[in-house]
């Protein structure tokens, strides 16, 4: 038989279970995630002090995504008017079908008068507002492209530096999720150099806005779409600006048709990386030491925190969070440019062997 003080133990421990989210017949907490804040005491019931707080094995939902996808609309477009229009039609159906990120549109170039005509902006500031805010459907990016005509230079580090400005005010704001810039571009080396930018300034914009993958981060992914000639340095140039960014590059080539199939095709592997590779913390839990990761055959990966995303580099089989401090998300890590790291290979293993839970053991949620 318990005594008076055994019960009122056991049910302080069934309370905190409860509040936490506990399952009984799965013996897991599952983690909704999202903008809260951690239980007071009081909601806890009034713990003592001096237990220590209740630990258990949690798993880790998907962290939302936000996506600002930032399009090139300059004058180099009218020789390529069909490729502009077979990655715009599979940007969209990619968006429309991506139901649980919240995106938004800018373009550029952005026009401002001069003493003697009206010229594509240099300034970054011009570029740090979007034309289509976060939320924004597939079809009102669409009508949005539609008011705009090819015309003038590609001020292309500008317009980068400002949609990062913009992508990072939102992760800052919208933590517990991971964001994303994507430039949607035909601009090529030797030929699109407006402003005073050289590739290699654009992408250390690009590693600028990600920060090792810090608190307040955006990765920076790239749409190259190229004609029947490029340059013989624009692949190494555009993987630079994607491997700084923390993203990967895209080379889209071909008529309408093929370059609509694999725009879409990189919008399907954007998803499944922000989907597989960042999960949400509980609010409350320390930077994890490890992580496991369990298939639907209950076959298991065991990852190591690294110090942050520059840290990939020599151990792209670990993952890192955005904030030793105060953490909300884990990601795995990425290769160069996105390419062979755990990352890609977890996302690409999702699609034969099904998507794995992301376990943490013995985590205790204050």
């Given at each position: 038989m318990m005594d008076e003080r055994s019960k009122a133990r056991l049910a302080i421990v069934v309370l905190v279970m409860a509040l936490a989210g506990c399952n009984p017949t799965r013996g897991a907490i599952v983690i909704d995630g999202g903008p809260t804040t951690p239980p007071t005491d009081a909601a806890m019931g009034g713990q003592d002090a001096s237990e220590p707080p209740p630990c258990t094995l949690v798993e880790l939902?998907?962290?939302?995504?936000?996506?600002?996808?930032?399009?090139?609309?300059?004058?180099?477009?009218?020789?390529?008017?069909?490729r502009y229009a077979g990655a715009v039609d599979g940007m969209i159906d990619g968006v429309d079908a991506w139901a649980d990120a919240e995106h938004a549109l800018t373009v550029f170039p952005r026009f401002v008068p001069d003493p003697e005509a009206i010229v594509a902006s240099c300034e970054t500031s011009d570029y740090e507002s979007a034309d289509v805010a976060f939320g924004a459907s597939g079809q009102s990016m669409r009508d949005e492209l539609a008011l705009h005509t090819f015309d003038g230079e590609s001020p292309l580090g500008p317009a980068l530096e400002g949609a990062i400005a913009i992508a990072r005010d939102r992760a800052a704001e919208s933590r517990w999720r991971s964001t994303h810039v994507v430039l949607v571009t035909d601009a090529s080396p030797g030929t699109d150099e407006a402003c005073d930018a050289t590739w290699e300034e654009v992408a250390d914009i690009a590693e600028a806005g990600f920060d090792d993958g810090r608190r307040g981060a955006a990765r920076v992914h790239?749409?190259?779409?190229?004609?029947?000639?490029?340059?013989?340095?624009?692949?190494e140039r555009i993987f630079d600006i994607a491997n700084g960014g923390g993203g990967y590059s895209a080379i889209v080539?071909?008529?309408?048709?093929?370059?609509?199939?694999?725009?879409?095709?990189?919008v399907q592997?954007?998803?499944?990386?922000?989907?597989?590779?960042?999960?949400?913390?509980?609010?409350?839990?320390?930077?994890?030491?490890?992580?496991?990761l369990r298939y639907p055959d209950d076959s298991t990966r065991t990852a190591t925190r690294v110090a942050d995303a520059s840290a990939?580099?020599?151990?792209?089989?670990?993952?890192?969070?955005?904030?030793?401090?105060?953490?909300?998300?884990?990601?795995?890590?990425?290769?160069?440019a996105g390419v062979g790291g755990f990352c890609e290979v977890t996302y690409v293993e999702?699609?034969?062997r099904g998507a794995p839970r992301f376990e943490l053991d013995g985590v205790c949620v204050r």
């Open positions: 939902d998907p962290a939302p995504a936000d996506v600002l996808w930032v399009v090139d609309t300059t004058d180099s477009w009218e020789t390529r008017a069909d790239v749409m190259s779409v190229i004609g029947s000639a490029i340059a013989p340095d624009h692949i080539n071909g008529g309408r048709e093929d370059v609509e199939r694999q725009a879409r095709a990189m592997d954007l998803e499944d990386r922000a989907t597989v590779c960042t999960r949400m913390l509980p609010p409350g839990a320390d930077a994890p030491d490890t992580i496991t990939c580099r020599d151990a792209a089989w670990g993952f890192y969070v955005d904030d030793l401090e105060d953490p909300t998300t884990i990601t795995l890590c990425s290769g160069p999702a699609r034969t």
